[in-house]
């Protein structure tokens, strides 16, 4: 019983640390392909595809190198033979066949030796024929690779310039949404010291504070001076009706008369009558307010 629980919880605690496990590796993995760069990726792919292919070549260069030192000692080995077939042809021919048996035996032992470098000679031609292929095969490989790398980089950078101006355009990307934050306060701190000269404005008008610079402002003068500005207000406005309301019967009189009453006098002068006053004089003075009005003296004034 004691041994079926030590297992489940053996299980239990195998089973947390690969689920741990998973959770790391995934995390890691995020953190990394967000830290990729697929350029200095297949950048790096590239140098590792020469430096393959510069160990073909060069073991391409071991191999050629070793059939060449085998073919000059055949050549060598070649040469002995020949040496000792002519001493042995001449040792007969002086009556020595103990010297022509002796050179006759070396000679089969350089043969035997020619013969083992012919098959080394020929397996590593052989050799060097399957590396020479297949350096060819990885050189075209990695021009291929190479060419297709840069189509990939180029096409990688256009798209993320690509992104870049999209994201600056719509005002998403961290440079615009900084510039976007601080044109946001500008604007914020602009409308309030635009609504505080406001306040201030409306404040120094009403009296509530006083002006440091030209001394403390009277209240009453300030409301006398807002009572004229708009009596002046009132009295251009009357004389503007006047005019408009005078200009009507002229109109209407000359359209039915036409020009034959041009020259006449007025009515006051022709009978010799006092002199009654225009009726735009008559309409201004009428539409002056009494407010307005000079105050006639009274009993005792000067």
Do not use: C, H, W
């Not at 225009?278 to 307005?292: F, L, N, V």
């Amino acid at each position: 019983m004691a041994t079926k629980k030590l297992m489940k919880g053996t299980a239990a605690r195998m089973g947390v640390m690969k689920r741990v496990s998973l959770v790391f590796k995934a995390k890691a993995n995020k953190a990394l392909d967000k830290m990729e760069d697929p350029r200095e990726t297949l950048d790096y792919s590239y140098q590792r595809q020469l430096e393959l292919l510069t160990k073909v070549r060069r073991g391409v260069a071991d191999v050629a190198t070793s059939r060449k030192r085998v073919e000059l000692q055949m050549n060598q080995l070649q040469q002995q033979a020949n040496k000792l077939e002519d001493q042995a042809r001449k040792a007969l021919g002086m009556g020595r066949e103990d010297l022509a048996r002796a050179a006759l035996e070396r000679k089969a032992s350089a043969q035997s030796q020619l013969n083992d470098l012919q098959a080394q000679y020929a397996q590593l031609q052989a050799e060097e024929e399957k590396l020479t292929v297949a350096s060819q095969r990885l050189q075209a490989k990695v021009d291929a690779f190479r060419t297709r790398k840069e189509t990939i980089k180029a096409t990688y950078t256009a798209a993320e310039a690509q992104t870049r101006i999209n994201e600056a355009f719509t005002g998403i990307s961290e440079e615009m949404g900084d510039v976007g934050m601080a044109i946001q306060r500008a604007e914020d701190k602009t409308a309030q010291m635009q609504a505080r000269a406001g306040a201030i404005d409306e404040l120094m008008a009403s009296g509530a504070l006083d002006d440091a610079v030209g001394g403390r402002r009277d209240d009453i003068q300030s409301e006398l001076d807002m009572m004229a500005a708009s009596s002046d207000v009132e009295r251009e406005l009357s004389r503007l009706k006047g005019e408009l309301t005078a200009g009507a019967p002229k109109q209407l009189e000359g359209g039915a008369n036409g020009n034959s009453q041009a020259g006449q006098a007025p009515q006051g002068q022709a009978q010799g009558g006092p002199y009654a006053p225009p009726p735009q004089a008559q309409t201004q003075s009428a539409a002056i307010p009494a407010s307005d009005r000079p105050a006639e003296p009274q009993d005792g004034e000067g």
